[in-house]
Antibody
Framework: QVQLQQSGPGLVQPSQTLSLTCDVS??????????WDWIRQSPLRGLEWLGR?????????DYAPSVTSRITISPDTFKNQISLQLNSVTPEDTAVYYC?????????WGQGTTVIVSS | QAVVTQEPSLTVSPGGTVTLTCGSS?????????PHWFQQKPGQAPRTVIY???NIHSWTPAHFSGSLIGGKAALTLSSAQPDDEADYFC?????????FGGGTKLTVL
């Protein structure tokens, strides 16, 4: 059974970097048949896809245009985890962040992490 | 960036049939957009009920089905149940980037 366990701070100061980690169990982040996505949800912006990474003989990355200048998604094959970094955050980045496996659809979701951007 | 449109709200009677739709600002929705449908209940993460237009998961209620109708992706609930009351979101792919719709609040009443 695939499980995604998210971790990271729930409060980030404006202009700082939001960093979250997603520990994957029951699957490999290097699998050739899935991708690993980050999605967020807020009352202001609804559900928003942020980006993904996937391995097909090499690593590929896709990012949403709205965050492409600020986002980095990184795989760690030794720890079997996926991380998210979002730079220069503002209060508009306040949301619940989800790590998601894109296998048979977006079939496995992490528990969600509420991140508040505030001083 | 493309805009994905959904009905803001719909109401269906128990036992009735309702179709939710998902349109694209770029034109007709096709199988190439790999339409997904999610159900979300209060306090829970979204859950995929349909992916790649028509595919279901083991947890997808048997009376849910996906299709393309009139240039849009569609989610049809036949014989709606009170437990189907939830928010429903669609998701479309645009050359490697995904875009969510604003969601439909479905009331079973």
């Amino acid at each position: 059974q695939v499980q995604l366990q998210q971790s990271g701070p729930g409060l980030v100061q404006p202009s700082q970097t939001l960093s979250l980690t997603c520990d994957v169990s029951g699957d490999s982040v290097s699998s050739n048949s899935v991708a690993w996505d980050w999605i967020r949800q807020s009352p202001l912006r609804g559900l928003e896809w942020l980006g993904r990474t996937y391995y097909r003989s090499k690593w590929f990355y896709d990012y949403a245009p709205s965050v492409t200048s600020r986002i980095t998604i990184s795989p760690d094959t030794f720890k079997n985890q996926i991380s998210l970094q979002l730079n220069s955050v503002t209060p508009e980045d306040t949301a619940v962040y989800y790590c998601v496996r894109e296998g048979w659809g977006m079939d496995v979701w992490g528990q969600g992490t509420t991140v508040i951007v505030s001083s | 960036q493309a805009v994905v449109t959904q009905e803001p709200s719909l109401t269906v009677s128990p036992g009735g049939t309702v179709t939710l739709t998902c349109g694209s600002s770029t034109g007709a929705v096709t199988s190439g957009h790999h339409p997904h449908w999610f159900q979300q209940k209060p306090g829970q993460a979204p859950r995929t009920v349909i992916y790649d237009t028509v595919n279901i998961h083991s947890w997808t209620p048997a009376h849910f089905s996906g299709s393309l109708i009139g240039g849009k992706a569609a989610l049809t609930l036949s014989s709606a149940q009170p437990d189907d009351e939830a928010d429903y979101f669609c998701l479309l792919s645009y050359s490697g980037a995904w875009v969510f719709g604003g969601g439909t609040k479905l009331t079973v009443l």
